[in-house]
Nanobody, 119 residues
Framework: QVQLVESGGGLVQTGGSLRLSCAAS????????MGWYRQAPGKERELVAA???????TYADSAKGRFTIYRDNAKNTLYLQMNSLKPEDTAVYYC?????????????WGQGTQVTVSS
C-alpha cells in the first residue's frame, strides 16, 4: 500500500505560479513512476506530467514549457512547478504512482488538490 497526499493548490491570478507537492508514504520501495493528473468540471481526468524512477519525463502538450515535474527521492515527494498559469489550468490536480515504468494502468491516487486560476 502507498499513501499519497497532495498539497500546494490554491487561488492564483493568470500568469502566476504554484508548486504542488505529493508526499508518499507506506511501501515506498514499490513506487516506479509518479505523475500528476488533473480533472476540470465536466471533463475527463487527463495526464499532466509523469516521471519514471530513472527520471524520464512525459508532459501533456498543454504543460510543455510551463510546468516542470521533479522528484526528491530523499523526501519521497513529487513536485509540479506550474508557471504562467492560465484559467484553463483550473482543475483538481491528483497525484498518482504505479509500480511500473509507465504511469498508465493500476496504481495509487491521492485525494487531489484544487487549483483555481482567475482571469
Amino acid at each position: 500500500q502507498v499513501q499519497l497526499v497532495e498539497s500546494g493548490g490554491g487561488l492564483v491570478q493568470t500568469g502566476g505560479s504554484l508548486r504542488l507537492s505529493c508526499a508518499a508514504s507506506g511501501s515506498i520501495s514499490s513506487i516506479g513512476t509518479m505523475g500528476w493528473y488533473r480533472q476540470a468540471p465536466g471533463k475527463e481526468r487527463e495526464l499532466v506530467a509523469a516521471m519514471s524512477s530513472i527520471g524520464r519525463t512525459t508532459y501533456a502538450d498543454s504543460a510543455k514549457g510551463r510546468f516542470t515535474i521533479y522528484r526528491d527521492n530523499a523526501k519521497n515527494t513529487l513536485y509540479l512547478q506550474m508557471n504562467s498559469l492560465k484559467p484553463e489550468d483550473t482543475a483538481v490536480y491528483y497525484c498518482k504512482c504505479t509500480a511500473d515504468w509507465t504511469i498508465y494502468g493500476s496504481g495509487y491516487w491521492g485525494q487531489g488538490t484544487q487549483v483555481t486560476v482567475s482571469s
